[in-house]
């Protein structure tokens, strides 16, 4: 699958392992649990419960940690189904369908979820994503500079913008934004990333 940053899946999958299970759905506690537990601890939560909306979307992020697409898909489905004003399960749901190279649907989940929580910084990353894969740049830009304004600590939404820019061989604002991106981060693997695209474009500068 021909994907901008591939490596998003990964802010995802940290989401994820950060969210509480049953136990502690209700009480807050969290996990680093494998897929597999906090899927088995949703079950079992929704079987207690079947209208815990909470409980289906985690259940569909851990599907889309393990690549069900299909069953995470009807999890968030769900979880919309049950509360219509869901914003997180609507930018998974984006998510999801943006795995599935469904850019159009995707930025439709996006946008909802951007209408129900205006500050929802990753939603802005994503659609940013999706638009950028679909060839909208600016609009793609438009998003990427929300995100940054919304979330500064958040790394992806430089790593968008710099590859957006890339793509529209507007070799200096890319390398600006990676330099941007350094300047911001304490994370040596993410600083590493922004070097070796500033190296990249090292004679296109």
């Not at 979820?113 to 830009?141: H, M, P």
């Not at 990427?144 to 604002?173: C, H, N, R, W």
Request: with cysteine; hydrophobic share 45%; glycine share 6%.
């Amino acid at each position: 699958m021909n994907k901008l940053l591939n490596s998003a899946v990964w802010v995802l999958a940290v989401c994820l392992l950060l969210w509480p299970l049953s136990g502690g759905l209700a009480a807050g506690k969290k996990t680093s649990s494998p897929p597999n537990i906090v899927i088995a601890e949703c079950s079992a939560t929704i079987a207690a419960n079947p209208r815990d909306a909470v409980a289906y979307h985690v259940r569909g992020m851990a599907y889309v940690a393990k690549n069900e697409l299909d069953a995470a898909a009807a999890d968030c489905d769900k979880a919309i189904e049950l509360n219509p004003a869901f914003a997180a399960a609507y930018n998974t749901r984006g998510w999801i369908r943006h795995l599935g190279d469904k850019e159009v649907l995707a930025i439709a989940d996006f946008t909802r979820a951007i209408k129900i929580d205006a500050a929802f910084a990753d939603a802005y990353a994503n659609r940013a994503l999706s638009y950028s894969c679909i060839g909208q740049y600016d609009l793609a830009i438009v998003d990427s500079d929300k995100a940054v304004e919304l979330a500064p600590e958040m790394t992806e939404g430089y790593f968008i913008q710099g590859q957006v820019y890339y793509k529209q061989q507007k070799y200096k604002e890319a390398i600006a934004t990676f330099r941007a991106l350094i300047d911001i981060s304490d994370d040596p693997q993410v600083i590493e990333r922004a070097k070796a695209w500033i190296r990249l474009m090292g004679d296109n500068g």
